[in-house]
Each structure stands twice: as C-alpha cells, then as structure tokens.
C-alpha cells in the first residue's frame, strides 16, 4: 500500500465520561515524518490509541487518503492501512517470534516477511526464540514487525525507544529511516527524545492537555528554546 495521507478533524474522545482528547484536528501529507511531542501525560498514547479505534470517540472524524474510517472497528482500520505499534509492545511470550508475527494474520506474506526481516536482521537469526527470550529491543522490533507486515499506509510508532540501549535505539531509528525513505508510509513518531525525534522528522506538533498546542518544522522549534522549555521542559539532550 502505497504512503496515505491522515486527516483528523474536530476529535474529541477518551475513556468511560472523562475526555482526554479535545477538539483536535491535524493534518498529515502523504509521505510525511511527524514527531509528536509533550510531556507525559498529555494525551499522545490516547491519540494514537483513539486513531486505532481503541477509545470512546465523542466527535470528529479520521480520513485515510480521503476515505472516512471513523466508523470502522479496530480490525478494519488496521486493514484500511492504519498501523499501529502500541507503546506496550505486546509480544506474545509463549510464542516463537514467527508465531507472534503471524498470530491474526489468515495467510503468510512470505516477500512481506523476508522484506521485514531485511529491516530487522537480528529478528531473522532469532526467528524460533521465545517471545520471552527477546530484550526490549527485540521486542520493540518485533512489534512494529508485525505491524509493517500488514503494509500500512500510515504507520503510529508509540516511544518504540523507551528504555532501550542507545546502540538499539540508533538500530531502531535507522530502520524507521529505510521504512520512511520507501515512500510506501506515512509515520507518526511518539518520543520522549526530542532531538532523536526531530532528526527524524520532517515535520512536528506539540501536544498539551489533548490539544494541539503548536506545529511547525523541525528546524523552527530547534531553533526555538523558549518552546521547548515551554511545552516540554526538558531540553534537548
Ligand atoms: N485507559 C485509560 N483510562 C482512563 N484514563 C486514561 C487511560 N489511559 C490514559 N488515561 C489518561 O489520559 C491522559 C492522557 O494519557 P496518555 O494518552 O497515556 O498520555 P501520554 O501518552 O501523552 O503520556 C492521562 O490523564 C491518563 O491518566
Ligand atoms: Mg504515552
């Protein structure tokens, strides 16, 4: 599936009565890197989660290259192009790496898998390991395995980093880099790093208490430490 362009309009959703998400709207290019920054807290997992299908929308709608799938469940979002790498990785333990990448999937896309692998060589060389046997890193390349194989059209990436070594996350970060350079997907970047994510991106937002707070380029907000100590207090590193 070649790269979608994401357009979100007027959301507001969250969990139970409690809003979480407010009035956001957002759109994003085919193609497009975008890194979503904000402290902890302000609403980026329940974004990506509320993208997914997996929250109480109250209002708004969520178009994929024009086509409108807010009214879609989580399954066929995910098949209309939406992929989704959760921030909690969930890998199947008991499972084989090879299991967990086929678990809901009816038939094998073997170019898909070798095309994966060639992303994530270590995964290859562990492919009959246990989901438990798997460091962070490989969990984490694991999850967004499984997630490309479906070839989505925009791809959310929730802190894939978060508590990794910093030899895996530049592994990582190059992997995302090759995935973005195919043109075949439009990537949404949570991360707590800001500079990794701006080195990354081509285009960022700023979110606070579930809205929107400011977007621009990379290069605008680098250059801009006064936003920076604003929104997300902690600097670049
Ligand atoms: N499953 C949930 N049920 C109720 N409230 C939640 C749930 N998940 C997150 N929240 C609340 O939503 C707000 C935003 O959380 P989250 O989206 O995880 O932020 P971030 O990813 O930016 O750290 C927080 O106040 C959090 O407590
Ligand atoms: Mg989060």
Known sequence: MPAATLDITGLTAGYGPTRVIEDLSLSVPKGAKLAVLGRNGVGKTSLFATLAGQTRRFS?????????????????????GLGYV????????????????????????????????????????????????LSGGEQQML??????????SVLLLDEPLEGLAPV?????????????????????????RIQTALDFADRAIIMERGRIVWQGLPADLIGNPALIEAHLGLGLH
């Open 168 to 192: 895996i996350c530049e592994e990582l970060m190059a992997a995302f880099t090759q995935l973005a350079a195919t043109g075949d997907m439009t990537i949404l970047l949570v991360e707590q």
């Open 143 to 152: 999850s967004t395995m499984r997630s490309i194989l479906g070839r989505p």
């Open 60 to 80: 708004g709608d969520i178009k994929l290259d024009g086509k409108d799938i807010t009214a879609l469940p989580s399954a066929l979002r995910a098949r209309a």
């Open 86 to 133: 959760p921030q909690t990785r969930d890998v199947f333990p008991t499972l084989t790496v090879e299991e967990n990448l086929f678990v809901g999937l009816k038939d094998r896309p073997k170019a898909a898998l070798e095309e994966a692998y060639n992303l994530f060589p270590r995964l290859k060389e562990r492919r009959r390991n246990l989901g438990s046997q």
